[in-house]
């Protein structure tokens, strides 16, 4: 995903690796401790630290709630 929006566009950051680091965290803190979207209630708004952005896009594909085309735009507009 980093290589081919690098492709696109120079100096997009991004690395597997600090998510990898962190995915213990950040699984533990989007499951367990944000509050979750209910019927009045858009849930908890994280942001994550950019470079781990990578394994937050691909939970995010994985669980169908980001598209291939959000995916393709990595961290482009």
Same mark, same amino acid.
């Given at each position: 995903?980093?290589?081919? *929006?690098?492709?696109? #566009?120079?100096?997009? =950051?991004?690395? @597997?690796?600090?998510?990898?680091? !962190? /995915?213990?965290?950040?699984?533990?803190?989007?499951?367990?401790?944000? *509050?979750?979207?209910? #019927?009045?209630?858009? =849930?908890?708004? @994280?942001?994550?630290?950019?470079? !781990? /952005?990578?394994?937050?896009?691909?939970?995010?594909?994985?669980?169908?709630?980001?598209?291939? #085309?959000?995916?393709?735009?990595?961290?482009?507009?």
């Amino acid at each position: 995903m980093v290589v081919r *929006a690098n492709k696109v #566009e120079h100096n997009i =950051g991004g690395h @597997i690796s600090t998510y990898a680091s !962190a /995915a213990t965290l950040y699984e533990w803190g989007s499951t367990t401790f944000s *509050a979750q979207e209910a #019927e009045n209630f858009e =849930g908890d708004t @994280i942001y994550f630290q950019g470079h !781990a /952005a990578p394994g937050i896009y691909a939970r995010a594909f994985l669980e169908g709630r980001l598209s291939t #085309e959000k995916l393709e735009n990595f961290r482009r507009s």
